[in-house]
């Protein structure tokens, strides 16, 4: 007779994100760390940023995850043309009935994939604030919800390149972390050549790993996971200590604590931990706060790099 407390809704849940990652990492090689980081943010239940040079696969693992999930699934192609209609929706007068009828935008969906986002000016990249930050669209004065689980994956070219646009900070705020792709080793390059040598380009082989209600009971999983008082106040130290340097500061907010906590949940949960400890909350911190430090020249004229100032706090702060 089983005994009640190994009963789990979704047995298979941690079997099936095993699946999905080496899914992922099998099709963008070298990206391992940045497939932990996606599945991190998807059970946290946040949005990413993925940035990096064109040609490196930031598209191809966004969209592999989404079609690894049985889930609704829409992509925006940003482009300086776009309309904030174009990605919320819009209200059409039907002449039939004599009234106003919405039209939803592609954001109606559970994971939306915002391709090269910052190709677009930021008035229409803040069509998405309501969306990311209250999982709603207000739209002719009325507001609809959006189904769970709702998860924006954007891409983003390295800042300054021919015709992108900086996303404004509350935008960067809104991601709950953001992942940066490089080019991987030569080795890797290699086997890249390899595989496309030998059959092409292909689409991840295999149907939806994972249920949209088994990401929902995941995440509400993770929510769940202790965090105790010490672990709180280390995190407090990180984000107040960014703070009080020359790049980070004001530039990071509350949610930025929290955005630590609820990913250091969810990596902790992947680690079957009872509780977050210090180790999860390091593994997770320069995704989710590199991003939100805003580059400033200090008072010596040097501007400083967000990873490395976020290392240099880890290392310095009091583990509890």
């Known amino acids: 007779m089983l005994v009640a407390a190994t009963l789990r809704p979704y047995p298979s849940v941690r079997d099936n994100l095993q699946s999905l990652h080496q899914r992922l990492t099998g099709t963008v090689l070298g990206a391992e760390n940045s497939s932990f980081l996606l599945i ?159 059959r092409g380009p292909q689409p991840p082989e295999g149907g939806p790993i994972l249920h949209a209600s088994e990401v929902i009971a995941a995440q509400r999983e993770c929510a769940a996971v202790p965090v105790n008082d010490r672990v709180c106040r280390y995190i407090t130290v990180i984000c107040e200590s960014l703070r009080k340097t020359d790049a980070g500061r004001g530039a990071l907010s509350a949610r930025a604590s929290i955005a630590v906590m609820r990913a250091a949940q969810a990596a902790a949960w992947m680690d079957n931990a009872p509780a977050v400890y210090p180790d999860h909350v390091k593994s997770i911190a320069a995704a989710v706060l590199a991003h939100r430090l805003i580059l400033r020249d200090n008072r010596h004229g040097q501007t400083g790099d967000p990873a490395s100032l976020v290392a240099n706090v880890l290392q310095n702060a009091p583990v509890p």
């Open 40 to 198: 991190t943010a998807l059970l946290a239940g946040g949005h990413v940023l993925i940035q990096g040079p064109p040609g490196i696969g930031k598209t191809t693992l966004a969209a592999t995850l989404a079609k690894s999930i049985e889930a609704t699934f829409s992509r925006i192609q940003f482009t300086p043309d776009l309309l904030p209609s174009d990605i919320v929706g819009y209200s059409m007068f039907h002449q039939g009935t004599g009234q106003f009828q919405f039209i939803p935008g592609p954001v109606f969906s559970n994971i939306v994939l915002a391709d090269e986002i910052n190709r677009t000016s930021p008035r229409i990249q803040s069509a998405l604030f309501e969306c990311m930050g209250e999982q709603q669209v207000t739209v002719d004065g009325v507001t609809r919800k959006l189904n769970a689980p709702f998860m924006v994956i954007a891409t983003q070219n390295n800042l300054y390149a021919t015709g992108t646009f900086p996303l404004p900070e509350p935008q960067l705020d809104r991601f709950l972390l953001s992942i940066s792709m490089t080019l991987p080793d030569l080795e890797t390059q290699a086997q890249l050549l390899k595989m496309h040598a030998q």
